[in-house]
């Protein structure tokens, strides 16, 4: 018998799970870090945030290589090869999420020695808050295969599109009634799609979800209404068709 | 005939054993059992004998294995309930035990896959013979400090595995950070107040024009009050943390929200801030010492003025809840930033330094209304979002029983808490 043992499928798919998930929990921890060094113009702190995304660059680099082996080797079919399709498609959504904390990092260094009123800050940290509960969520639905929780993601993420909304109301008072420099209010204006692109993020996987556990995408929809289309279309073109090879006598009823 | 089938069975018996003995490793019991089988000595009773001989020699190996059984059990038992969590694995890396502490970290997600993370990196440099040592640091909330400990098993040149204990530091740094951070503060709050009161009284001793006198000996006046606030502050603190025997009175709510407004009356006005307290029902009473109570809520409702921020009103409102009387004290101003919420209650802990400045406040009010609510068997709790307002509730046992004189002797009734 040969000492080597060769993994199977499943063992495989749960240690590209298993890094995934601590993908994922290397931004989810992350983000709030972001918020805090922006609120605090921490410029150490985001220098370490921005380095530590290397590491998160290395951790996606080899789940997305890993991915690539098992599919070149197991050649897996129906839901297992979704199952892996899905873990390398949410490797790249947390890892741009990751990136965003990075832009967040940076943005504290331009925005150094400027301050916020505290409903700015508020906002600001709501809408870090809302980020990141989307994220562990959509997690959560990939981690437990539960479609449900990650339909809901959607719904979820409406919050933080009002939440930037009344990000973007609060800043032009505050550059209106409180003088704050206009240079300082665009900079505020793309944090805000920062988080905003996080929870963006965070619907995806939750879409991606839905494709492992039932083989759905939302385009899925938009497609079939394509099909739908068509053979409306083809069908009239047959009506169009039938009238002129009967020379005026008129269409029979119900036709398709 | 029997003779030779018993010298089968009893080889095979011996055998058998022997396996079973080898199995076990136990070199000491293999002897023990040879040589306690004599070679048969023919004829029915001697047979007996020697089946007797085995079954006792059997017995013994299975109490052994029992007692052996039970130990292991004990051991594994007690591994399993440790608070720190255990996480062992094998010489290939495989994980082969993990106590309850440690079960998390068996499909982990969230900070769990931070913290598996750490120890398979530790357990796998342990394996090669280095023992590893590292720390998780989550930032939560709540922020946790984890820190992850591997050594090998075995021979350190050739482990047998690895074993990793998780404990989570939290509680001893966030302590050590609230006292360090105390012992600065506090020989800050005395000394800068104390300094100036030099500086002043030196320059008052130089000073030759009688309106620079009267400039200078006000600042002195002003600095030695502040001082004195100080002083007051950490001595209600000292006595509230050391009272033995707190007074236990019925306390009206009335009265109590009566009291507050008073003392915080000139500071609302100062500020041009509503206090909205509404009326509390006639009964609604507290048991506790009014002193102490009226210090606190006056604490808070004077917090909830200073950082109102604007014209919003700071609204106070006591209810019943269970065997509690609620009191809330809301305002809609500037809110407190996520980073400080943990730590607002510890003394002189300052959310911004220089505001506090302005407003004249020691930085102890919180800690003052903290200590008073839990000798009084209650809880205080805070919730804010800057730019939206803090909101600090506070729970305190409720008095039952009605407020009465006693008709016999004319005293009130000792009030009793509802248990």
Redesign the interface.
């Known amino acids: 018998m040969p000492q080597e043992t060769r993994k199977s499928f499943h063992e495989e798919l749960d240690g590209v799970k298993r890094d995934v998930a601590r993908l994922a929990a290397m931004v989810t921890d992350a983000i709030p870090r972001g918020t805090e060094v922006l609120l605090a113009a921490d410029l150490e702190g985001a220098q370490v945030l921005i380095q530590g995304d290397d590491e998160l660059d290395t951790l996606s680099l080899a789940i997305e290589e890993h991915c690539y082996q098992v599919l070149a080797l197991q050649q897996p079919v129906a839901g297992d090869l979704r199952a892996l399709v899905t873990a390398l498609r949410l490797n790249s959504e947390i890892e741009r999420s990751g990136d965003l904390v990075v832009n967040i990092a940076k943005a504290t260094r331009r925005l150094y020695a400027s301050s916020f009123s505290p409903a700015v800050r508020g906002i600001i940290e709501h809408m870090s808050e809302e980020a990141t509960r989307l994220t562990r969520a959509a997690i959560d639905a990939y981690l437990d295969g539960d479609a449900n929780l990650a339909a809901a993601i959607d719904d979820m993420d409406d919050t933080l599109d009002n939440l930037q909304r009344d990000f973007i109301e609060a800043i032009f008072s505050a550059h209106d009634d409180d003088g704050l420099d206009l240079e300082v209010a665009v900079q505020l204006a793309l944090i805000a799609r920062f988080y905003e692109r996080i929870g963006d993020h965070a619907v995806n996987i939750g879409e991606r979800v839905q494709y492992m556990v039932t083989g759905w995408l939302p385009e899925h929809t938009g497609a079939a209404r394509v099909e739908q289309r068509r053979r409306i279309d083809e069908g009239s073109d047959l009506e169009s068709g039938r009238v002129a090879s009967d020379n005026g006598s008129p269409p029979a009823d119900g036709d398709a | 005939m029997a003779a030779f089938t018993l010298g089968v069975l009893v080889g095979g018996v011996v055998a058998a054993l022997g396996v079973t003995v080898m199995r076990r490793r136990r070199e000491a019991t293999t002897s023990a059992v040879l040589d306690q089988v004599d070679p048969p000595t023919g004829g029915a009773d001697g047979n007996r004998d020697l089946l007797d001989r085995i079954g006792r020699v059997v017995d013994d190996l299975v109490n052994a294995r029992t007692d052996a059984d039970v130990a292991r059990q004990r051991l594994e038992e007690a591994l399993e309930r440790l608070a720190e969590g255990i996480v062992v694995c094998d010489s290939a890396g495989q994980i082969v035990f993990t106590n309850r502490s440690g079960a998390g970290l068996s499909?982990?997600?969230?900070?769990?896959?931070?913290v598996?993370?750490a120890v398979s990196q530790a357990l796998g440099s342990a394996l090669s013979g280095t023992a590893d040592s590292r720390s998780v640091d989550?930032?939560?909330?709540p922020a946790r400090i984890i820190s992850v400990d591997a050594q090998p098993l075995g021979d350190d040149q050739a482990p047998t595995g690895a074993v990793a204990t998780i404990i989570d530091e939290s509680r001893l740094r966030r302590l050590e950070a609230v006292r360090s951070d105390f012992v600065a503060n506090v020989s800050h709050e005395l000394k800068t107040p104390i300094g100036g009161l030099a500086l002043l009284a030196e320059a008052l001793s130089e000073a030759g024009d009688g309106e620079e006198q009267q400039r200078l000996a006000e600042r002195v006046l002003h600095e030695a009050h502040r001082v004195s606030r100080v002083v007051d502050d950490l001595l209600a603190l000292g006595e509230i943390e050391g009272d033995l025997a707190p007074r236990r009175e019925r306390v009206a709510v009335g009265e109590l929200l009566a009291r507050t407004r008073a003392d915080v009356a000139v500071l609302a006005e100062a500020s041009a801030i509503e206090v909205d307290m509404a009326p509390a029902g006639e009964d609604l009473a507290v048991v506790g010492d009014v002193v102490q109570l009226t210090s606190a809520l006056s604490n808070l409702v004077e917090n909830a003025v200073k950082y109102s921020?604007g014209a919003s009103p700071v609204v106070v409102r006591a209810h019943p809840e269970d065997r509690f009387v609620r009191f809330t004290v809301r305002d809609r101003g500037?809110?407190i930033?996520?980073?400080d919420l943990d730590r607002v209650f510890e003394r002189f802990y300052r959310v911004d330094q220089a505001r506090s400045r302005i407003t004249g406040g020691t930085g102890l009010g919180l800690a003052i209304v903290r200590n008073v609510v839990q000798g009084h068997g209650g809880r205080v709790e805070l919730t804010s979002?800057?730019?939206?307002g803090t909101t600090v509730t506070v729970r305190v046992p409720r008095a039952v029983g009605c407020a009465q004189p006693d008709e016999a002797s004319g005293r009130a009734p000792s009030p009793q808490a509802l248990s």
Request: glycine share 16%; aromatic share 4%; hydrophobic share 30%.
């Open positions: 499909d982990p997600r969230h900070e769990d896959a931070l598996a993370a989550l930032f939560g909330p921020g500037i809110g930033p996520r980073r979002r800057e730019g939206e």
